[in-house]
C-alpha cells in the first residue's frame, strides 16, 4: 500500500482541498493519501472532502501547528470526477455546543453494550455538522482519553478539528492514569464548572 503525501502547510483555504483533490486523481493503485496542514479550518474541510467522496479518513493533531489527514483509497478514482465540498472555506464547523462525558458507557444495564454504545456516540459527534466547542470527561469518563482506549482515533480527529478535548485531573489521579493521558489536555473542577456554564448548550450522554 503506498502512501502520497500531500505537503499544504502554510497554504490557505481552499488549496489543501484543491491540493488534496489533485492527488487523488493522479492515484492510480490503492494506497493511503496524507495531507498535512497547519490549521484546523482546513483539517474540517479536508475531512468533509473526504467524507464527501466515501474516504474513511482520520486526522490527528500532531504539534501546535501540524495536523495530519489521511484518507484510505481502496479504489482511486484516476480520471474521474473527484467531489469537493460545496463549502470548502466555511470560517468555522464548531459550535458553542459542550459534550459533558462521566462514564465509559453509554446508559444503564450491559457495561459491555454501554461501551459499545459510547464508541458509537463519540464517532458520530465528530459527524455532526457542527462539531461541539468542548468536551469534557471526568469521573469514569477519563479512562475513555488514555492509551488504550477504544475511542482515542475518534477523539485525535475531533481534536484535530479544533475541539478542546478536556480530562478532570483529579480523575486521572484517582484511576492512576495521569501518566497515560493521550489525547488533549487537563483540567480541573473550576475550568470544568466554567465551561458548563457558558455554554450555549450542553449534551451528556
Avoid at 500532531?62 to 474521474?80: I, Q, R, Y
Avoid at 459542550?98 to 456516540?121: H, I, Q
Amino acid at each position: 500500500m503506498k502512501t502520497v503525501i500531500v505537503d499544504a502547510v502554510g497554504d490557505q483555504c481552499p488549496i489543501p482541498v484543491v491540493k488534496a483533490t489533485k492527488a487523488l486523481r493522479e492515484m492510480r493503485e490503492p494506497g493511503a493519501l496524507e495531507v498535512r496542514v497547519d490549521n484546523e479550518i482546513a483539517v474540517q474541510n479536508l475531512t468533509r472532502m473526504a467524507a464527501g467522496n466515501h474516504l474513511p479518513a482520520k486526522a490527528e493533531k500532531k504539534g501546535e501547528h501540524l495536523f495530519v489527514v489521511t484518507m484510505e483509497v481502496a479504489a482511486p478514482a484516476g480520471d474521474a470526477p473527484v467531489e469537493e465540498p460545496a463549502l470548502s472555506c466555511v470560517p468555522d464547523a464548531r459550535g458553542d455546543l459542550v459534550v459533558a462525558v462521566d462514564s465509559e458507557t453509554m446508559g444503564r444495564g450491559s457495561d459491555e453494550l454501554g461501551k459499545l454504545l459510547m464508541k458509537s456516540f463519540l464517532f458520530a459527534v465528530g459527524q455532526l455538522p457542527q462539531l461541539p466547542k468542548t468536551m469534557l470527561f471526568y469521573n469514569g469518563g477519563a479512562k475513555l482519553t488514555v492509551k488504550g482506549s477504544a475511542s482515542l482515533e475518534d477523539l485525535k480527529s475531533l481534536e484535530a478539528q479544533g475541539v478542546e478535548i478536556l480530562t478532570c485531573g483529579t480523575c486521572l489521579n484517582f484511576y492512576g492514569l495521569a501518566d497515560q493521558l493521550a489525547v488533549g489536555g487537563v483540567t480541573n473542577m473550576y475550568s470544568i464548572v466554567e465551561t458548563l456554564a457558558n455554554a450555549g448548550k450542553v449534551i451528556k450522554p
